[in-house]
């Protein structure tokens, strides 16, 4: 590096000799803190508004800053920007290029503000930004469910657990279990947000500034809902990322699980379900193939998102009070849960409408596993029987069942009667498919009259 190089460092004063080559690289931000360009810009701003209003900024001044950050936004937009390394952050390089684009009023941006301040409000701005768009996504992948339930709502496929058949299920039921869990990762979301939403700014380094700033002013200007309390914490909280990560990991946790459901289903042994094919691709090898990567990737991806949450878990401990550099690790971390999160959703909330449910197939699985089992041991109750009794009575049913190899609904009067003279010919409607689910009619129940409730319920709550 030449001496002229270390003159362009915006805090080059008290140095007298040039930054290490590979010190410069390895302490540089700005291959990755670009992407917060944008925000940058909208926070420096309403700073020089604020500056400008309390008078430290005069009005011409405030007007060239402003002329100058949208010039630099347009340059950046355009593409001819040259981010520069040895400017080190997305902060120093867009206040050199206005600077040398207005002059004296350039350098007067920063006052009263330090980057410490600077970088926690755009990752704030841009976080916001962020979850907006990605409850959007999550919505979009409930009305699909909500769509899809309510389209199945007849169908009938096995209900697992311990994953053996347990009793039948309706499709639709099974659709708005996936719709919950991204209920609740919506809700978790738009909570988190009130924590994002607050403004850091005026915090400056980490004491606050001597300057007479106006921080309800510069919050009101970026919509934030109020200015942060604590300099200290201002300027070195970051918990607002590790809750974003936490929640981004529930979500590809609950995505993964709904992928694992739908690889096996599309598998031969299940065949529940066809993926579309565009969603699919094929081996280059067996030409049979129709492999299931979209789920695949939707289930292998929640290790990226599970690891930035330890990343910043780890990043965070033990930090002393205020700023420190190790903060500028936040980011790699955050952006990828957000760009997995906004992959992940969109494939998933695209997918979706497009499934084609193999109603016959699940039909026959739910018929095979005795999965009316339990209905026929309530039904002898109903008749007076006790439970334990019952219980032990559909037990050598289902053994004779298998002995014969067949399903509890294909065995005769006669030979149901052989373990209990309670069974009568009505048996037979608690023992198809149909009865089973019907029977479960009450909140949070299989039957389709709740599934068709539950999708009228929630999507007057979603609008
Ligand atoms: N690039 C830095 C970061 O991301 C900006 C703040 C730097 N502050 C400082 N005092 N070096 O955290």
Not at 178 to 189: G, P
Not at 399 to 418: N, T, V, W
């Amino acid at each position: 590096m030449t001496d002229q190089q270390q003159d362009d460092k915006l805090w080059g004063g008290r140095f007298t000799e040039a930054t290490d080559a590979f010190v410069e690289a390895f302490t540089a931000s700005v291959d990755f803190d670009r992407r917060l360009y944008r925000h940058d810009i909208e926070g420096s701003r309403a700073h020089a508004r604020m500056l400008a209003k309390v008078g430290v900024l005069t009005e011409a001044e405030c007007a060239a800053i402003l002329e100058g950050l949208d010039e630099v936004l347009h340059d950046i937009e355009r593409g001819d920007f040259a981010w520069s390394v040895s400017l080190e952050d997305v902060h120093m390089n867009i206040e050199a290029r206005l600077t040398d684009r207005i002059g004296v009023a350039g350098k007067k941006l920063h006052t009263g503000r330090s980057r410490n301040d600077q970088v926690a409000t755009d990752i704030r701005l841009y976080l916001r930004d962020e979850i907006d768009f990605l409850l959007g996504e999550i919505r979009r992948a409930q009305h699909a469910l909500l769509d899809l339930a309510e389209r199945e709502a007849d169908t009938i496929l096995p209900g697992f657990t311990h994953l053996q058949v347990a009793m039948p299920v309706t499709f639709g039921h099974h659709m708005l279990a996936w719709f919950e869990m991204l209920d609740r990762d919506f809700d978790r979301l738009a909570d988190c947000r009130k924590r994002v939403n607050v403004m850091p700014l005026g915090a400056a380094a980490l004491a606050g500034t001597t300057y007479p700033i106006d921080r309800d002013y510069t919050a009101d200007l970026l919509g934030f809902a109020r200015p942060a309390n604590n300099s200290l914490d201002a300027v070195s909280d970051r918990d607002f990322a590790i809750e974003f990560c936490a929640a981004g990991a529930l979500i590809m946790t609950h995505l993964s699980r709904f992928a694992e459901e739908l690889v096996l289903w599309a598998s031969a042994q299940f065949d529940f379900v066809d993926l579309p094919d565009r969603f699919c691709t094929g081996s280059s090898i067996m030409p049979q193939k129709k492999n299931p990567d979209v789920p695949e990737l939707l289930r292998g991806k929640s290790g990226r998102t599970n690891g930035n949450l330890i990343s910043l878990l780890t990043l965070m401990k033990g930090q002393p009070l205020a700023y420190n550099k190790d903060n500028q690790e936040d980011k790699e971390p955050l952006f990828d849960t957000v760009d997995t999160l906004r992959g992940s959703l969109r494939a998933f909330a695209d997918m979706v409408p497009h499934l084609k449910v193999k109603a016959e197939r699940m039909r026959a699985a739910a018929r095979q596993g005795y999965s009316t089992a339990t209905d026929l041991a309530d039904y002898l109750v109903r008749k007076g029987v006790a439970f334990r009794d019952a219980h032990e009575i559909v037990g050598k049913s289902v053994r004779y069942g298998i002995e014969q190899g067949r399903d509890l609904a294909d065995l005769a009067l006669d030979e149901l009667r052989q373990f209990s003279d309670a069974i009568e010919d009505d048996v037979f409607e608690v023992l198809t498919l149909e009865g089973s689910v019907a029977a479960r009619n009450h909140l949070g129940g299989t039957a389709p009259e709740q599934v068709r409730k539950q999708v009228q319920g929630a999507r007057g709550r979603l609008g």
